[in-house]
């Protein structure tokens, strides 16, 4: 497929861009449909002011942790998936059995052990732990300061085809961690009883047993709760050319992909290649970055523990100091999660309070 040409261009995209020129990616599927790179003279973020809805936005959750102590709270959802942040101060006090959806938990902060009906995980920070839909479990986090992002997923959450790249890139399935069946031994929650809440159609409901519910002695097949550490994932670079967020693909389900920044090498064997990402609208998409650790190069006065959000149709791309430093960054010291959506996501109460208002003027150049 030979692209048509017109003006003033770069012959390979996110290269050599044409003096005074700002590079965006106007494309479907994310980013693998059908594509055009405009070349513009200014950033097609250097709005003057935005009347309406549609904006992008960032959010502080390190100022809702407080909330979601007692259990978790959403903060973005659409019928494919939603995003919950929990801060655990002590273990949880009943059982907890998702019926809606499968279930990816990061550990932003923290550590501890989770119970599950196919054994206990021990989790530290960076973790990711997958509890498939309808398995029983329960946290048990060690100390203070924990912070975990949850990803809800109403289908099966699933690792994604590496294509060419073979199986083993990007992380290793052998590097996940799968529990050994063990009943928990946690005695009983309320007087001689045993509660399990169990989530449906984000209702909750409290069954009791006179037993403990954890008693699997043991198990066989290919379902089961797992763990994958973000220091095992092993970023896809091109060292002349920047790539597509998507080659950071972690997890895929219907209606969502995610991703994981990992820290790694910027584009250093050509210095006319782009190091910072391309401006674009994601059409069809709504991008979640959830920054974990590090340094985070293209956005400026952004924190761990924060949320930015992009809805489709309104640009996005690097603040104008990233783009200008952009040759002076040899490597990416930054771990960040992202979250990409087919359908555009709704803000929760806990989203619209913890809103940093300045976000949607930070790509002004005066
Ligand atoms: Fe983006």
């Known amino acids: 497929m030979v692209p048509h040409k017109s003006g003033r261009i770069a012959r390979q995209a996110h290269v050599d861009l044409p003096q005074g020129t700002f590079e965006e990616e106007h ?7 059908h594509v055009s790179h405009l070349y513009r003279t200014h950033a097609p973020t250097n709005w003057a002011r935005i009347n309406g809805p549609l904006q992008p936005h960032a959010y502080d959750l390190n100022m809702a942790t407080a909330t979601a102590a007692e259990r978790p709270q959403p903060f973005l959802g659409n019928l494919d998936v939603r995003l919950w942040i929990y801060s655990p101060t002590k273990p949880m006090p009943h059982f907890a059995r998702n019926a809606d959806g499968d279930e990816c938990w990061f550990i932003h902060e923290g550590k501890g ?14 973790d990711y ?6 398995t029983t479990y329960r946290f ?3 100390g203070a300061g924990q912070f975990y992002l949850l990803i809800e997923s109403m289908s ?4 994604p085809d590496r294509g060419q790249l073979g199986r083993n890139a990007f992380y290793d399935p052998g590097v996940i961690e799968i529990p050994e069946a063990k009943p928990s031994t946690a005695p009983a929650t309320a007087g001689k009883e045993w509660e399990v809440v169990i989530k449906r159609e984000n209702e909750f409901t409290s069954v009791f047993y006179p037993h403990n519910p954890l008693d699997v002695e043991g198990w066989k097949g290919d379902l089961f709760s797992w763990r994958l550490n973000i220091e095992d994932i092993r970023p896809i670079v091109s060292p002349r050319y920047h790539l597509p967020p998507s080659v950071h693909t972690t997890l895929i389900a219907d209606g969502f992909v995610l991703c994981t920044f990992a820290p790694r090498p910027a584009e250093t064997e050509d210095p006319k290649a782009m190091r910072v990402p391309f ?3 994601n059409i069809e998409y709504d991008e979640v970055i959830f920054y974990h650790d590090g340094d985070f190069f293209s956005r400026t006065n952004i924190k761990p523990g924060m949320v930015t959000f992009h809805p489709q149709g309104i640009h996005h791309g690097p603040h104008p100091k990233a783009l200008e430093n952009q040759l002076k960054k040899e490597y990416l010291q930054e771990y960040a999660v ?5 359908r555009p996501l709704k803000p929760f109460e806990l989203a619209k309070k913890s809103e940093v208002a300045a976000y949607k003027d930070s790509w002004k150049t005066t």
């Open 338 to 342: 992202m979250i990409d959506t087919y």
């Open 140 to 142: 048990y986090p060690e």
């Open 279 to 281: 401006f674009h609208t």
């Open 113 to 126: 052990l989770l119970e599950t009906d196919y054994g206990p995980l021990k989790y530290r920070k960076g």
């Open 27 to 33: 494309g479907r599927q994310g980013f693998f449909g």
């Open 156 to 159: 099966e959450l699933s690792i």
């Open 129 to 134: 732990l997958v509890v498939p839909r309808g």
